[in-house]
């Protein structure tokens, strides 16, 4: 069975959604926030197919999208705001996203391995 995740990362060298690894392994080493479920993963592939924020397939297994405080935080809403209690893990989104400076822009990264 594929396992797919998504999580909040940095962006790569010059604010690029590249880590400066090669078709297999251009992904974040280190996330900035915690993983989210096979929801935001779907989500993620869907923005970044369609070259929404920026987003891209950055790895064969990989696809980033960057987003803003407000997009970050629009994001989470939109995927959990229908729910009775979102995930904790998008309780933390949502501060990140309230915490950023303006301008500042993070990735949204989905993986599958």
Known sequence: MTSCWAYGAPLGAGDALDWGGDWNGNIPR???LPDLDRDAY???VRLAAAGRHGGRQVDWGAW??????P???SFILDLY???PAPPEAAELY???????RDGEVIALVACEL
Request: no cysteine; charged share 25%; net charge positive.
């Open 30 to 32: 280190s996330n900035l």
């Open 42 to 44: 779907s989500q993620i």
């Open 64 to 69: 980033a999208i960057r987003v803003t405080g």
């Open 71 to 73: 997009e970050l935080r």
């Open 81 to 83: 705001g229908a729910r």
């Open 94 to 100: 949502l501060r990140h996203a309230d915490s950023m």
